[in-house]
């Protein structure tokens, strides 16, 4: 099993639709977990950091279910501006190690 | 928003050459990383710098790469003796005490080599 597993997409989605995918860790022991966006050839860019159960941040709502070891995020009223590759980013240790990235969901907003 | 910078954005190099990278990261925080991402890959942990020393490095990194930390304030990744699979972009995070904000990358050095 990967460490980190995303479905690839790409997820089309019409403007103002919900979209959510998942990503699943094989450590069970992991206790952070991380959401970046990465445009094209840019650098990644946190969007929301998750510790317990979730978390929610204005159209963003991330959910973590430890017992089947999976994260998902959803978004909600999609703009244009959200298409990017969503990666998953799971630490090794801690906050502070080696970061295990999963391969990235493509999401295409769509008018 | 405090920034990781990293100079050049793009650098085409012949293969055998050696080439160094530059960050700033963000100047309270105490952990230094290099990642890098080759075109359509996802992105790959290379080292992980703290207090000074190499605190973890994967099988990439390789006697053909160093990292420094000369001033307090840059941190560089050199490259020896380039070889074509070293093409990638390179980018450069930081992580201040507080871990819960996760990491900040820099914008990328766009490493070509022919």
């Known amino acids: 099993r990967k460490e980190v597993e995303q479905d690839p997409g790409p997820f089309n989605v019409p403007e103002g639709a919900t979209v959510a995918f998942n990503c699943t860790y094989s450590?069970?022991?992991?206790?952070?977990f991380f959401w970046y966006r990465q445009d094209c050839r840019k650098e990644p860019k946190l969007l929301m950091s998750v510790y317990s159960s979730g978390n929610e941040d204005g159209r963003f709502t991330a959910q973590l279910n430890r017992a089947s070891q999976y994260i998902s995020l959803l978004i909600r009223d999609s703009k244009l501006s959200d298409s990017a590759t969503y990666l998953c980013v799971v630490p090794k240790t801690d906050s502070w190690g080696k970061l295990q990235f999963g391969a990235g969901t493509q999401v295409v907003v769509t008018p | 928003e405090p920034e990781v910078t990293q100079t050049p954005s793009h650098q085409v190099t012949q293969m055998g050459q050696e080439v160094i990278l530059r960050c700033v990261p963000i100047s309270n925080h105490l952990y230094f990383y290099w990642y890098r991402q080759i075109l359509g890959q996802k992105v790959e942990f290379l080292v992980s710098f703290y207090n000074n020393e190499i605190s973890e490095k994967s099988e990439i990194f390789d006697d053909q790469f160093s990292v420094e930390r000369p001033d307090g304030s840059n941190f560089t990744l050199k490259i020896r003796s380039t070889k074509l699979e070293d093409s990638a972009m390179y980018f450069c995070?930081?992580?201040?005490?507080?871990?819960?904000?996760?990491?900040?990358f820099g914008s990328g050095t766009r490493l070509t080599v022919v």
């Open positions: 450590n069970s022991a992991s206790q952070s």
């Open positions: 995070a930081s992580i201040g005490e507080q871990g819960d904000y996760g990491y900040t």
